[in-house]
Each structure stands twice: as structure tokens, then as C-alpha cells.
């Protein structure tokens, strides 16, 4: 077998990419935090009220999120704010999430075939 071709390399190249992106939004913690930040930026004691968890478990998840480049973060005096840098995952996320809802409060109502849950 010979070595893939630059069309091939890229396909490996993009599904690489989608990879690494869909891995870091597989917990649902990080799909409440980008959920949270959708309309205003917060801060991580705001973020730990809304979600609920400990704060060094949602720092943990803040730092994949960042690094990542979903989310950025600036100082204002001693508090830490977090907001929404990729406009493109957040839409990502709130296509496959509304999609979901919408199987979930009308399963008969999606043909199994246009399903992204099995119920």
C-alpha cells in the first residue's frame, strides 16, 4: 500500500481537526460552561453557581476549553473572565444539542434514519 496522496493527507488532516474538537466537547461540564457563556462572559465563581460542580473541577474543564481556543479569558482586578472565542464550535454545539432536543420532546416525530440519539 502506498503513502496517501495530498487530497488523502488532507481528509486525514480534517478529520484529525473534527477529532480533537469533538473530544474536548465530550463532557457535558464543558457543553454547560459554553452553554453559560453563550450571552455574557462570567466568571469562574458565577460559572461554578450556574453549573453547579467544585471550582477545581470546573478550572480543569475551563483549561481544556481554553486551550482549545473555545474560550478566552481576561483579569478584571482579582476576578478571572471567561467568554466565548469560537463562535464556530459554539454553533457547533447548539445545533447538535437543539437537534437532540428536539428528538428527545418528539422522537416519533424525526424519522429514525434523520435521528442523532437511538432511544
Do not use: W
Not at 474538537?21 to 450571552?39: D, H
Amino acid at each position: 500500500m502506498g503513502s496517501p496522496n495530498s487530497e488523502q493527507q488532507q481528509a486525514l488532516t480534517v478529520f484529525s481537526s473534527a477529532a480533537e474538537l469533538f473530544s474536548v466537547l465530550s463532557t457535558p461540564i464543558r457543553l454547560q460552561v459554553l452553554n453559560a457563556l453563550c450571552n455574557a462572559e462570567r466568571s469562574v465563581n458565577e460559572l461554578v453557581q450556574i453549573i453547579g460542580c467544585s471550582q477545581p473541577n470546573l478550572s480543569q474543564h475551563l483549561k481544556v476549553l481554553y486551550k482549545a481556543g473555545l474560550v478566552a479569558k481576561r483579569k478584571e482586578g482579582v476576578l478571572v473572565m471567561y467568554y466565548i472565542q469560537s463562535q464556530s464550535a459554539l454553533a457547533i454545539c447548539r445545533n447538535v444539542c437543539t437537534q437532540i432536543a428536539i428528538e428527545m420532546d418528539d422522537a416519533r416525530g424525526v424519522p429514525a434514519t434523520e435521528r442523532l440519539i437511538r432511544t
